[in-house]
């Protein structure tokens, strides 16, 4: 199963912008791209998604960029996807001309439950707290 880019690049802004919430100035666009190579243009729209839903504010000008509305550490990948358009993880199939193609069917559907019950076991927070112990972690030879 291939994870849709646009929750893939959702969850990476999020988990950037979740990361960066001590920082006094907000994140721009252009270290998220250069840290994950993400299309700006693709970006920007996501990010838009993400401010019509309340989860993160922008600053204009040459020291503008974006920040994570405080309080959603809980906020589940499967929430984000949601937003973004992508929740059911590209596995829902419409219904079907024969038996065989029915069939067919219920394994997608069941594909796609799979895909939102993991989703919804991942917090922002988690992910961001991963994020920063693996950035921190040294190793020594």
Not at 41 to 59: D, E, R, Y
Not at 121 to 136: F, I, K, W, Y
Request: neutral net charge; contains cysteine; charged residues 20%.
């Amino acid at each position: 199963m291939q994870i849709p880019a646009r929750v893939h690049y959702a969850a990476l802004a999020m988990m950037e912008l979740a990361s960066a919430q001590d920082r006094p100035e907000p994140m721009s666009i252009r270290e998220i791209v250069s840290r994950h190579g993400i299309p700006q243009p693709f970006l920007v729209q996501i990010l838009q998604q993400l401010k019509t839903a309340g989860w993160v504010s922008s600053t204009r000008g040459s020291s503008g960029g974006y920040r994570l509305m405080p309080g959603l550490s809980g906020l589940t990948l499967l929430e984000i996807a949601e937003v973004v358009g992508c929740a059911d993880g590209g596995c829902s199939a419409e219904s079907l001309p024969n038996r065989s193609s029915n069939q067919l069917k219920r394994v997608w559907d069941d594909a796609s439950r799979a895909y939102r019950d993991v989703l919804a076991g991942v917090t922002l927070g988690e992910l961001a707290a991963g994020a920063r112990e693996s950035e921190s972690a040294m190793f020594y030879i």
